[in-house]
């Protein structure tokens, strides 16, 4: 039979078509051509005079009998010159004796290239020159190996050279090489360019079945974050606490200073015994706990959801870090920045561009929705501060740190009302702070920033960071539900922003589903395909039509060309194994690798052979153990 492994009748028209333009790896996915492919039984019937022609091999051809060892030698055997290493002696080489014969080797002219001691750097520098001095030789591997890093490479660090003096037990000084060993290739199938000018409307691409890059790589790096941990050094292991493990700093700039509580305090991930899950620890350092009643002001914190804050688990105290501690878990949110690293970076270059108004409304909208859940539960935020508000993705903020002061200040207790207006005050010194590009600590005169304030933004702006700077008044205060009113008009372009944000990652979500249900599919092929053993019948998956989806198997992944060359064509394989997961009535003809065997079998029959197959499996993993009688 011929070694046919398509069918003959081309597609439709209409049939989608996908192709790899743009992709940095064009050998691996290829355009899939409709086109009948002429098979060996119609090249041998279209070959003249193939018929008469005597083959190559049978048994009337003579066996292969090898030349004695004795024949005719090789010129290279005794006529080549010696090998000399370069930098040898010169002595040793001139008592090598040769032979008289004819050497086939004869040397250049030219003395071969060996760079010794290049400094790129240095502009008097020559090729071959003997001068070793203190220069790079970029080919001793002495010296690749000394620059090599000895811990952990930490990607994630915006300062590497801040992260020495007191935090050297965290993480050590990086060195001029601090490139990692094996660095994340989140670009390996970037697309370089959409290609879209010469497809026609029903063609697709490679990574239109996919996730996009984008979002593909900023998942990946998240995870990345959530999975690091630290190099074990002796000496350097943090503790755990309780059922948390793997510490991991997440303060890149090490201070020990006061912070917003008033004590030192630190920023740990950790992951949980119990659930496997990945929290954010902060350790209020040297506190010590008088009232086991303060401790329980945690609870309320508890029964707070919100999109805007991050979630509070639980507060403990500790004597792991050999002194007396207080640990408070929320929940972690990877690669999240503060807005004060966001909107005052240490940038030597000058300062930042000014913020959009789209996003100072974005702002206030979102801290003006968390304050107003926390105000309805009878709390108050008190963590309206620039380094304690968290971006943790594109114009999306949190309220972090929460229900800290609560503890902290447990002895010195304030009435909820003051507190909350102190929350509206905090707000607008916040909103101010970043529209004016001024720190909080140097809004000393509110005056000057908000005449600045009126000159770049809208007078809405100006009256409602205004109001919020105002003190209140003794006939009505001011309130939390007030400002949500008033923000309506922005809150709707928010929700906006929201529901196409939603929009847009369900879209993503449907192509990883079309995924998912390949990924199934291919798993049941693959539990099926090549069992060695079942039920045993040692020939079980070559039997029946088990036989079948291996012929499939074969269709599916293992196709070549006229030539014998391998078809690895990522559309002709999705297309497959679609029309099976949907089991329609198209028909396709397998043949078996010695042409022995041929098969007409639809993709719905295919699907109740694999779905019976796989069903025997199952039947045989949930039968319960023999028991044995003693």
């Known amino acids: 039979m011929p070694p046919i492994r398509r069918r003959f009748s081309s597609p439709p028209p209409c049939a989608v078509k996908l192709t790899l333009e743009g992709s940095q790896d064009d050998s691996l996915f290829r355009v899939l051509e409709h086109r009948k492919v002429p098979t060996q039984l119609e090249k041998h019937k279209a070959s003249p005079g193939v018929g008469s022609a005597k083959k190559s091999l049978n048994v009337d051809s003579p066996s292969f009998t090898p030349t ?12 080549a010159t010696p090998f000399t290493p370069r930098g040898a002696s010169t002595t040793t080489a001139s008592t090598l004796q040769q032979d008289n014969g004819a050497s086939l080797y004869k040397p250049a002219p030219f003395p071969d290239f060996a760079p010794q001691n290049y400094d790129l750097n ?40 801040t992260l020495a003096g007191p935090g050297a037990s965290y993480y050590t000084a990086q060195n001029s090489y601090t490139a990692p060993s094996q660095p994340l290739q989140y670009h390996l199938y970037y697309p370089i360019s959409t290609g879209r000018e010469t497809m026609q409307p029903y063609q697709r691409q490679v990574y239109d079945l996919f996730l996009p890059e984008s979002l593909r790589e900023d998942l990946q790096k998240k995870s990345e974050a959530t999975r690091q941990v630290l190099p074990s050094q002796p000496g350097v292991q943090l503790p755990s606490l309780q059922h948390y493990h793997s510490l991991v700093p997440l303060d890149t700039k090490i201070r020990n200073t006061a912070s917003t509580f008033g004590l030192p305090s630190w920023a740990f991930k950790a992951t949980s015994r119990k659930n496997g899950n990945t929290f954010c ?48 878990v929320h929940s972690y949110h990877p690669l999240s920045k503060t807005l004060a690293e966001h909107h005052f970076p240490n940038n030597r270059f000058g300062r930042p561009p000014p913020v959009s108004e789209k996003v100072l409304w974005s702002y206030l909208v979102q801290i ?75 809004l000393t005169d509110l ?60 879209t993503h979500l449907g192509r990883e589903l079309e995924n998912g249900r390949l990924v199934r599919l291919m798993a049941k092929l693959g539990s099926i395909n090549e069992r060695p053993e079942f039920d045993n019948d040692p020939n079980w998956a070559e039997t029946s039509e088990r036989y079948t989806l291996k012929l499939f198997r074969d269709y599916v992944f293992h196709q070549v060309d006229a030539q014998g060359n391998p078809v690895v064509d990522l559309g002709h394989i999705i297309s497959c194994l679609n029309k099976l997961d949907a089991g329609i009535d198209e028909r396709i003809y397998l043949t078996s690798r010695d042409h022995q065997s041929t098969f007409v079998v639809s993709y719905k ?26």
Not at 68 to 79: R, V
Not at 303 to 327: G, Y
Not at 607 to 623: C, R, S, V
């Open 447 to 506: 005056r000057l920033p908000l005449e600045q304030l009126s000159r770049t933004y809208s007078a809405e702006l100006k009256e409602r960071v205004s109001w919020l700077l105002s003190p209140p008044s003794s006939l009505s205060a001011k309130s939390a539900e007030h400002l949500v009113y008033d923000l309506a008009h922005h809150i709707d372009d928010t929700l906006v922003a929201s529901f196409n944000a939603q929009d847009e990652v369900t």
């Open 68 to 79: 004695q060892l004795g024949g005719k030698k090789s010129n290279f055997s005794t006529n």
């Open 281 to 328: 620890l902060r350790r209020i350092e040297g506190f010590r706990l008088t009232n086991e009643e303060a401790i329980k002001a945690v609870n309320s914190w508890k029964k707070i959801i919100h999109p805007n804050i991050v979630t509070t688990i639980e507060a403990f105290t500790t004597r792991d870090f050999n002194d007396s501690s207080l640990v408070f």
């Open 122 to 161: 240095t502009a008097s520098a020559t090729n071959g020159s003997a001068d070793s001095g203190s220069l790079y030789d970029p080919f001793a591997m002495s010296n690749v190996n000394q620059a090599l890093p000895t811990t952990q490479y930490n990607p994630y660090a915006e300062d590497h050279n």
């Open 368 to 442: 003006a929705s968390a304050i107003k859940a926390i105000h309805k539960a009878k709390l108050a935020a008190r963590c309206i501060d620039i380094t304690k508000i968290i971006l943790t993705d594109k114009n999306r903020i949190r309220l972090s740190a929460c229900s800290i002061l609560d503890v902290l200040h447990f002895e010195v207790p304030r009435r909820i009302d003051e507190l909350q207006q102190e929350d509206l005050l905090n707000l607008g010194r916040l909103i101010l702070s970043i529209a004016t590009n001024n720190p909080p600590r140097n």
């Open 605 to 630: 029959e295919l699907k109740k052979q694999t779905q019976g197959a796989f069903n025997d499996l199952l039947k045989a993993a949930n039968k319960p153990p023999a028991s044995r009688g003693y």
